[in-house]
């Protein structure tokens, strides 16, 4: 089952999406122009094997909970423009940023699979991959998340309510950094952790969690949007600010010789990140 979310996504937010879109896009133009059979029939197969990927990943992944999708429900009929104008921070907040079923699916077996009992979470938004998580924790697992926007973990935390899983999780409103440097004063750690925040932080976050000891030493860090867009690995002048924070995030974590690591194309791109021993 799809997210609400994402059957009403309004552009292409993924390298998997964009591309779909400009095999859409290159065989209307291949039609209009009467090439041959040979090469429609080449473009049409190429679009169709693009274009149901992810509509079957999701039918063979397992369902979301009711209370997952009410969250993507609720997120996609906000109208972030309305409530946050016409400035930047509508570019840092809108419903494309939720993780959706097929990651939130993810990162909730990555949980079980590890047998987590405290995650940490860098950058909520309104709470789904919080909530995925939290449901495969055990009854006395916690999940701290962090979130920058008092609103947005209002807005979480709302729907976290309507879970009976929703009390594993306690948000802290502040800068990622600031919670992060907390944690670490107050001697925390945590079997895994998801990075999810301001790309332009990836490095000081990964950093931070490594050095401040927040991580098991068995523990595992899941960081998303690790191909953004595929930008990472285009020309640099078709990058954004936030691809040459990725393409760095990337670039130093495959230089630490702390840590072992691997990208996975699941949505925007998700890496596993282990400190080896």
């Known amino acids: 089952m799809t997210s609400i979310v994402e059957i009403n996504t309004a552009r292409p937010v993924t390298p998997h999406g964009i591309l779909v879109e400009e095999l859409r896009k290159t065989l209307e133009m291949a039609e209009a122009a009467s090439v041959s059979t040979e090469v429609l029939t080449s473009l049409r197969l190429a679009y169709q094997l693009a274009a149901g990927l992810d509509t079957y990943t999701s039918e063979c992944t397992t369902k979301e909970s ?4 009410a969250l993507a429900l609720k997120t996609s009929n906000e109208n972030w423009r309305k409530r946050f104008g ?3 921070t509508v570019r840092q907040l809108e419903q494309e940023m939720l993780s959706g079923h097929l990651e939130g699916q993810t990162l909730k077996m990555f949980v079980r699979m590890t047998k ?3 995650v940490l979470e860098v950058g909520m938004f309104t709470g789904y991959s919080a909530l995925a998580m939290a449901e495969a924790l055990p009854d006395d697992g916690k999940l701290v998340a962090c979130e920058v926007d008092a609103y947005v973990a209002s807005f979480a ?4 309510a309507d879970s009976p899983h929703g009390d594993k999780i306690r948000v802290e409103v502040a800068p990622a950094l600031e919670t992060l440097r907390k944690l670490v004063a107050a001697g925390e750690c945590f079997d895994l952790i998801f990075i999810d925040a301001d790309k ?3 490095v000081e976050y990964f950093q ?3 050095d401040g000891n927040l991580l098991a030493s068995d523990g595992l860090i899941c960081v998303d949007n690790t191909l953004l867009q595929g930008q990472p690995y285009l ?3 078709k990058r954004t600010a936030n691809g040459d924070a ?3 995030f990337n670039s130093t974590v495959a230089q630490d010789s702390r840590v072992e690591q691997v990208l996975l194309p699941v949505r925007d791109g998700l890496t596993l990140i282990q400190r080896l021993n």
């Open 246 to 248: 990725i393409a760095l």
């Open 116 to 118: 987590a009992k405290r």
């Open 157 to 160: 935390q709302n729907c976290f």
């Open 235 to 237: 020309p640099r002048e």
């Open 208 to 210: 931070t969690i490594l």
């Open 86 to 88: 016409d400035g930047e």
């Open 200 to 202: 332009k932080e990836y």
């Open 66 to 69: 009711s209370a997952l999708t």
